[in-house]
Nanobody
Framework: QVQVVESGGGLVQAGGSLRLSCAAS????????MGWFRQAPGKEREFVAA????????QYSDSVKGRFTIVRESAENTVYLHMNKLKLEDTAIYYC???????????????????WGQGTQVTVSA
């Protein structure tokens, strides 16, 4: 099985920055697109960002575009989500996911992803 582990969540003041990390155990990590999603209490899980298998293509939701950046460090088998200018509405559990479609470009759809981490809590305070 593919193990997906997120880390880096925590409490941050509005306007601040945070970096989330996502590590996957699969040796074929560099063959798959990765995505970040988030879910706030009582809300649907929503797309945040995705990155293609080789890091060449990225996608962002309108709500985070210009503030968040997704990158992958292949040598570390890790994908990062750099979050800047955080807002109260960014508060959520953030999930990292793996799309097993080989050489995929990434997807905004929850059901496109096959493996998910347990999530890491991001709380933005005023």
């Amino acid at each position: 099985q593919v193990q997906v582990v997120e880390s880096g969540g925590g409490l941050v003041q509005a306007g601040g920055s945070l970096r989330l990390s996502c590590a996957a155990s699969a040796p074929s990590f560099n063959m798959y697109a990765m995505g970040w999603f988030r879910q706030a209490p009582g809300k649907e899980r929503e797309f945040v960002a995705a990155i293609s298998w080789n890091g060449g293509v990225t996608q962002y939701s309108d709500s985070v575009k210009g503030r968040f950046t997704i990158v992958r460090e292949s040598a570390e088998n890790t994908v990062y989500l750099h979050m800047n200018k955080l807002k109260l509405e960014d508060t959520a559990i953030y999930y990292c996911a793996v799309d097993l479609l080989a050489y995929g470009m990434g997807s905004t759809k929850v059901d496109q992803y096959d493996y998910w981490g347990q999530g890491t809590q991001v709380t933005v305070s005023a």
